[in-house]
């Protein structure tokens, strides 16, 4: 039988693990809060009538987090999912076309939005409201709380850089907003908003050339064991791209195995930059992510999917992610719903026992004969 023990301080367990060797919880969609009412309801209006895709259920979207910081102080999430969209000459997302058809001002009054840089938000003109309108009001938080927290355990920061907004695919609306490409510039302009905040040298991140070190390529290092301890990852923060095919590309170009480059990319095993693996479904894809964790991959998984496993309760895709050892677990519910108890809400919740942080991870810390669970 497997025993578990906690350890409450960083200590001989930091010198003996590896960074894919522990297990965290992540947000997915971090910055997100429930949109207007009335424009949800206006939705909500769409969908019962099939105006709407199949796939777009906008009960999937109510939900929300507390702010960044809250998260990674007291709920203890060491990963955090940001949507980016770029907009090089600011304004793109000042106005929300949405909610004229709840009879409100398009304007958003928010002058932040007004100005170039990276912008924050699930979808445009509808679903917008945001702990952090920019990027770079992101980790500016992000970065406050890592020096006031210089020996956390490193936190993953997802950045999903979107590239499809309501305009570009529904032409019955006039004037929605369109996206602007994720192009060369844009992926400079990305790794530039990253050392505004964190410094040109990039202090306090943990970058692929770190990883990568003397290899040939980012993927032979992750192969051979090359990750950092955690004594010399903590007080750090990862940036992963959770790009479509071509953003992913375009972040990768000129920069062979991400040389030079502050983030990492979810790729494919087998390719030289493979370092960060995807795998939503935890149930399906149960036997491919154990495999990657055992070959020394990181990969990220899902526990719950929109607002499905808050309504019903349901913990089999929770119970295969902690099972299938991803190191990395996202989830909408850091801590239930808040109206967990009410009628059509259950208290699904995703923590680990008495408020640990972290567990090793039991596939890719062969040395290891108990669950550990990290307190600090």
């Keep these: 039988m497997v025993s578990v023990s906690f350890t409450r301080k960083p200590g001989k367990a930091d010198d003996n693990l590896k960074l894919n060797q522990i297990q965290i919880i992540a947000t997915h969609n971090s910055y997100h809060i429930t949109t207007d009412p009335a424009v949800l309801r206006f939705l909500m209006f769409l969908h019962s009538t099939g105006a709407l895709p199949k796939d777009l259920d906008p009960k999937q979207i109510d939900y929300t987090k507390d702010s960044l910081s809250v998260q990674l102080g007291k709920y203890s999430v060491r990963g955090l999912e940001l949507d980016v969209w770029n907009d090089p000459e600011g304004g793109k997302f000042y106005f929300r076309k949405g909610k004229a058809y709840a009879l409100k001002s398009q304007a958003s009054h928010v002058d932040a939005l007004k100005k170039p840089g990276f912008k924050i938000l699930h979808i445009p003109d509808f679903d917008f409201n945001t702990t952090n309108y920019t990027l770079i009001s992101a980790l500016q938080e992000i970065k406050q709380w890592s020096d006031a927290n210089p020996t956390h355990l490193p936190v993953f920061i997802n950045i999903e850089t979107e590239t499809h907004a309501?305009?570009?695919?529904?032409?019955?609306?006039?004037?929605?907003?369109?996206?602007?490409?994720?192009d060369s510039i844009a992926a400079n302009a990305l790794d530039t908003e990253v050392k505004t905040v964190f410094g040109n040298d990039l202090n306090g991140v943990l970058t692929p050339d770190m990883v990568r070190g003397n290899y040939a390529t980012l993927e032979q290092a992750v192969l051979?064991?090359?990750?950092?301890t955690l004594a010399k990852a903590r007080g750090k923060v990862i940036f992963i791209i959770d790009a479509n095919s071509a953003s992913g590309e375009t972040y990768k170009s000129g920069h062979p195995s991400l040389q030079g480059r502050a983030m990492f990319v979810y790729s494919n095993p087998g390719t030289p930059e493979a370092a960060f693996v995807i795998l939503n479904n935890p149930l399906p894809d149960f036997e491919r992510i154990q495999t990657c964790v055992k070959q020394g991959y990181i990969v990220r998984t899902r526990s719950d999917d929109g607002t499905l496993q808050a309504r019903s309760g349901d913990s089999?895709?929770?119970?295969?992610?902690?099972?299938?050892?991803?190191?990395?677990i996202s989830t909408d519910y850091y801590k239930p719903d808040r109206r967990a108890g009410k009628k059509g809400w259950s208290n699904f919740c995703v923590t680990f026992p008495n408020g640990a942080i972290a567990r090793v991870n039991m596939l890719s810390a062969p040395q290891v004969d108990s669950i550990e669970y990290l307190m600090h």
């Design 224 to 228: 051979a064991g090359n990750w950092p």
């Design 166 to 182: 309501p305009g570009d695919q529904i032409h019955v609306i006039k004037d929605l907003a369109h996206a602007a490409p994720f």
């Design 316 to 328: 089999t895709d929770l119970k295969a992610a902690y099972n299938s050892w991803a190191q990395i």
